[in-house]
């Protein structure tokens, strides 16, 4: 069985209410999915013929608001980070951190194993240029991080046009208001891309971290317009794959957007949205709890039949 993830910075699942885009966002595939309601934490242990869903706890008995240093390192290495330092840390890993990422990454870790891996997000030139004048790992976020240490190719800009990576705001609008030269696409042809790129490996993984910023701006305009985008590029990507040959799976490491009130991070579980053969889902349902559970039902998920 392929896996393919999607990581969601700063998604949480919230309540029904006014200030949840997920509730005044035009969301047709999420919510046809769960049957005409959104994505909220009422959704919780769904499980139908076409997705299984389950609320992973971020705070992982911590004390504190979840932040993403440390939930992304507990999320792709399946240890309790939060814990593991003591508290909830934001921003770039620190050395305690890098040293989990280092020894536990997803990446490395699957890579060992003999799975064929990619990390689908594109770089702009510059990291480039500065990874030519010496990879400094305290500038860099956990995903950056575990594809360096696992060994991973990083996609560039070039990768982008010829429809081998995807960029982290997936239409490539960003790269051209900087001046880039590359073709803007569709969120429908980058969910496409995705399960396209997913195709030639055994796991991949594509970050999507405008959530979070939209999420600290608690602008529900600007909340709504990134829902909907993600809506359209999910929708396109579970169309596009073989549920029999690839499991899709949408997740985060701390609530944000989910509730505009406050503009802040969250208390909220986070969503394990899985898409793929009912028979997996079940099985991989039943193993979701919180964010260290994520890098085990990967590995359960390879070793799966399609």
């Known amino acids: 069985m392929r896996v393919i993830v999607v990581f969601i910075d700063g998604m949480g699942l919230g309540k029904v209410s006014p200030e949840n885009p997920f509730v005044f966002a035009e969301t047709p595939f999420l919510e046809t999915l769960f049957r005409g309601n959104p994505l909220t934490g009422e959704m919780s242990g769904f499980h139908d013929h076409a ?180 809506d359209r590029f999910l929708g396109a990507a579970a169309a596009r794959l073989d549920p029999e040959e690839t499991l899709l799976l949408v997740t985060s490491d701390h609530g944000n957007i989910e509730d505009l009130s406050h503009g802040s991070h969250t208390l909220n579980p986070v969503p394990a949205l899985l898409i793929g053969a009912e028979a997996v889902r079940r099985r991989l349902g039943s193993m979701l709890g919180d964010l260290t559970d994520i890098k085990r039902v990967v590995r359960t998920a390879l070793k799966m039949g399609g």
């Open 51 to 230: 997705a299984t869903l389950r609320a992973l706890d971020a705070q992982l008995g911590v004390s504190g608001l979840p932040q993403s240093a440390t939930g992304q390192a507990a999320l792709f290495t399946g240890i309790n980070a939060p814990h593991h330092l003591g508290y909830h840390l934001s921003g770039f890993p620190n050395e305690i951190l890098r040293t989990l990422l280092r020894k536990e990454g997803l990446f490395g870790f699957l890579r060992g194993q003999g799975y064929r891996c990619a990390f689908i997000n594109a770089y702009r030139p510059q990291f480039f240029e500065q990874l030519g004048k010496g990879f400094g790992e305290e500038r860099y976020s956990c995903s950056t991080l575990i594809t360096y240490y696992g060994g991973l190719p990083f996609h560039g800009i070039d990768h982008l046009a010829r429809g081998q990576a995807l960029f982290m705001d997936l239409t490539n609008e960003l790269l051209n208001r900087a001046g880039f030269s590359v073709p803007v696409i569709t969120p429908e042809e980058a969910g496409k891309r995705l399960i396209d790129i997913g195709a030639g490996y055994d796991f991949s993984l594509f970050e999507y971290f405008i959530t979070d910023y939209a999420g600290h701006q608690a602008d529900p305009e600007e909340a709504g317009r990134v829902i909907g985008i993600l």
